[in-house]
């Protein structure tokens, strides 16, 4: 299994306690699944004691929330900026498949618990997550209406579409492992003519 990197993906989390102790849950969650890790788990696989834990969330639930919040908010921040700095929805499409394919296959581990651990939420924060995905989903609804609009792409139905393409990202993580062919930079370029054919652009 691939091990998280706690510095890349949560350079923002203090302290570096936090950020051991929700790399050790990645890799449990991913491992057991949520319902059957303990925090005990989770301390002992980060090197901690077992009250570790307690000192930085208040439940194990609150690990996941973390580690799925910040996913999440990673995807949207990426997609915003991508779209902000390319006006022609062609090449923003393609470098936003590119990119995001490529995290989940890189990252397939914590993409795994990010994308597919959400029913173990809470309710209150299962919606702020929920949340997050929407208004990702809304970007790329813009962008392909923008590329309808413009006449580049042609698709039945935009919503479909938009669902469509973040799906094929977030399934990479499902079966994508070290181990696999090709690259995560090469898959993302297979991934993003894909995508344009599928929603009908014509080179």
Not at 48 to 75: C, D, N, Q, T, W
Request: aromatic share 6%.
């Amino acid at each position: 299994m691939t091990r998280a990197l706690p510095d890349e993906l949560w350079p923002d989390v203090r302290p570096e306690a936090a950020r051991r102790l929700m790399a050790a849950a990645v890799e449990s969650f991913a491992e057991r699944g949520y319902h059957a890790t303990t925090t005990r788990d989770i301390a002992t696989a980060a090197g901690m004691s077992p009250a570790a834990l307690y000192v930085h969330f208040p439940a194990k639930s609150a690990v996941l929330f973390a580690i799925s919040r910040g996913g999440h908010e990673r995807m949207l921040v990426m997609i915003e900026s991508i779209i902000a700095a390319d006006p022609d929805p062609v090449g923003a499409m393609r470098t936003m498949v590119e990119k995001f394919v490529a995290w989940h296959a890189k990252r397939h581990v914590v993409a795994r618990v990010v994308q597919h651990e959400l029913a173990a939420l809470p309710p209150a924060d299962y919606e702020v997550v929920a949340d997050l995905r929407r208004r990702t989903e809304q970007l790329v609804r813009d962008l392909i209406t923008r590329g309808v609009e413009g006449s580049v792409f042609t698709v039945p139905d935009i919503r479909t579409a938009a669902r469509a393409v973040l799906s094929l990202g977030v399934d990479v993580a499902r079966w994508y492992s070290p181990s696999s062919k090709p690259s995560p930079t090469v898959l993302g370029r297979q991934y993003a003519e894909l995508v344009l054919s599928m929603l009908g652009h014509r080179a």
